[in-house]
């Protein structure tokens, strides 16, 4: 009874939290779309990435206003100097600055869908002038070719790539089948690059009555997993390792 009461009160609530919310989360986006045009076209990509991490970070900050916390475990010492290939489960659209922001020392850049590449203030500009992967999923004559410069990308510079491999984010926090050709490209392509699972937890919860009203007081957690290097297992075998060290960790 108690339990109802109070999910009651935290839905009656997120009403104007989320009101709130947008309102700062929608600013962020609008404020940081210059100062990313600004840091491409005066400094170049370092002063992009650096603006774009200051972003992401207030990004983040805007969910405390609906109370949200976030936690960050990493037990692994992860080099700065070497390509990585960041595997992570997908909840929600806040689990890209929730990388973004935590492992923003080793350089992230994501494979999106190509529809995202437009239309949105700041996102839209970071995924076209930031380095990222834009993929037709529909379309492998694209997107194979993609994946393959992206992993050759990532390889010569040093950057991380991160893939979500369930392809579209879990509703409910279970996760869905992963796809592993976008990986095995990226095994090819980055042969020395080592491979870091990531688990995250709760984001779907922000969004699990859609995208009004927000979920409130919930914590989110990301965690690093043990990584695993490229050429020490058999393909499939590495596949299902970081699969299931990712799996395993997810909590409903």
Known sequence: ????????????????LSVVFYLFFGLTLVIFHPLQWLGVTLSGAGAHRGVVNIMNLCLLRCLHILGVVISFENKHKLPKNRSLIIVSNHQSMFDVPLISWYLHKYKPKFISKIELGTGIPSISFNLRNGGHALIDRKNPKQSIPVVSKFGKFIANNNFSAVIFPEGTRSRNGEPKEFA???????????????????????????VRFGNFPMGVGIHLTLEVQKPLEIGKLPIDELLNTVENRIVSTIKI
């Open 1 to 16: 009874m108690l339990r109802e009461v109070m999910g009651a009160i935290k839905r009656v609530v997120s009403y104007p």
């Open 180 to 206: 592993h050709t976008g990986l095995k490209i990226m095994f090819k392509n980055a042969p020395n690059a080592l491979v870091v699972p990531v688990t995250i937890n709760n984001s779907w919860k922000l």
